[in-house]
């Protein structure tokens, strides 16, 4: 399983980003997906969250600006950023569980994709 993240970038205090996580192989369907971020000196932490069955989950600082969403044709979990603040900033990373695999095979990560916010 590969998972690969694009479309960081820079965006000024108040703009929009849309990320994107392509999942290789044949577990995107039946596996939760997953947005971190992280900035340096910090733990990682869990900004969004998509279960196999469309359930959200977010944390409290991005309610209402961030969306996430899955296409499970085309093995995509989107990021859909708006009303992006500087503190926002951060490497961001999608995970994808699957808890139906084998203990050994139920989770992996993107590479992340920066997301720099200029205030």
């Known amino acids: 399983v590969q998972l690969q993240a694009s479309g960081g970038g820079l965006v000024q205090a108040g703009g929009s980003l849309r990320l994107s996580c392509v999942v290789s192989g044949s577990i995107f369907s039946i596996s939760d997906m997953s947005w971190y971020r992280q900035v340096p000196g910090k733990q990682r932490e869990l900004v969004a969250a998509?279960?196999?069955?469309?359930?959200?989950n977010y944390v409290d600082s991005v309610k209402g600006r961030f969306t996430i969403s899955r296409d499970n044709a085309k093995n995509t979990v989107f990021l859909q950023m708006s009303s992006l603040k500087p503190e926002d900033a951060a490497v961001y990373y999608c995970?994808?569980?699957?808890?139906?695999?084998?203990?050994?095979?139920?989770?992996?990560w993107g590479q992340g994709t920066q997301v720099t916010v200029s205030s």
């Open positions: 995970n994808v569980y699957c808890r139906y695999c084998d203990i050994a095979r139920r989770t992996y």
């Open positions: 998509i279960t196999s069955g469309g359930r959200t």
